[in-house]
């Protein structure tokens, strides 16, 4: 609508007389002086150049800590499937066992055990080590097989840090492809175990991880915050014991172990397997990493003892040659001295 | 599943190898008390192993069943222990 600008005193008198009548100072303008006012129009700045072809940043409707994903995220399972790749993502060691109808109350006794246990097994670790205080972090919890197989996948093959590389250099910003305001979950920069790019991932047929045969029946883990053979020792011996290097405890030591309750518990559990720093050991392998004498730093000791013998016996190796050969020269020269002290000797007695 | 007329279970298998889905699913199907009533072997083979996995069961009537468990689903598994526990139920409920 244009301005409303008083116009001429004869055109205003003529649409509204008493109007110009009551307004004597409005009358006295000349006309000429209003001329360029009737050209004029309300100017608003004109749009840069970058607002015409760039769109403002989309505002992100969602909160940062629910990005849209694959998976309808209130369903109880996508909230398993997450908490299950973040367990296989942040545990180094994890028991699988079968549990065959294991009922509650053994459960509870089941529990009780491993935690006395594994607290006396804290009592031994000296404060200030890696390993000590653990106790608490141990866990032994039913999984649900089916979403902790997919969350296994999601978290063997879907590496999203070598993935971000490879999107940010291929997202060039053209006129054509303005980001959406609307979430899209297909956009790579989602990058959490719902995404489609995470479940993108693990549709590959080809992927077979060493423990998906173990994905099925009723499936419980133990899983430890920390590599500690001390624990896992421990642990065994409650869960699966066996003679020579995991004894159960006496029923003089821990009466408790022996209730009905917790040894029929016991019998129904199968230990399948063992997944350590990301490797698959069976039922051999999980006792082995128990076997090992004083954790990580117990390795590493024989380590270094190992090769400390092995650059000795090297050192004597190479010695040897030249070791025999001085000794060779060496009995020789005596020889040869020895013969002529002893030719020496003879002359003199041939003299005297 | 029937499982009042089973005495007797022994298995063996690779938890590794794929096929063995089916013993393993068997053990998981039997009654909580089952360690009370009946006598239960399992076996654990290594992970190299290639040895079939193995299912055995006897009944209270003496029969024992060898079944093959790479062949046999799970379904055919309890369809053959129930064939036989249904006669021994008859028989049962006959002799009073």
Redesign the interface.
Known sequence: MPPRIPLGLRQSAAVCPGAAARTPAAATIPAAALIHARHASAVTPAASHEQMTVSPPPIARYPTTQPPSHKPPEFRKSQLHRQYTSLLRSTPLMLLF?H????ASEWTGIRRELAAALRKADATIPEGSADADLASGIKFQIVQTGIFASALQVAEYFHPEQQQQSATSSSTTSAANIPNATPDPTDPAYTHALSRHAWEATQNNKLSH?LT??M???LAVLTFPNVSPVHLKAALEILWPSKPNFPAPTRRVNPGYHEPAVH?GL??L????ARVEGKV?????AKWVGTIGGGLDGLRNQLVYMLQGFGAGLTNTLESASKSLYFTIEGRRTMLEDEEKGGEKKDGEESA | MITRFITDVSTKFNPFAPRSKTCRIFLSLLPPNARQTMKINTVLLPRESRDRSALSLKFKDGKAMELDTEKLGIKGIVEEVDRHSRMLDRQEELNG
Request: charged letters at 15%.
């Open positions: 079968q065959n109808n294991v009922k060493a045969p173990l099925s029946g009723p029929s019998q129904k199968l230990l399948l397997g050991f069976d039922e051999a392998g």
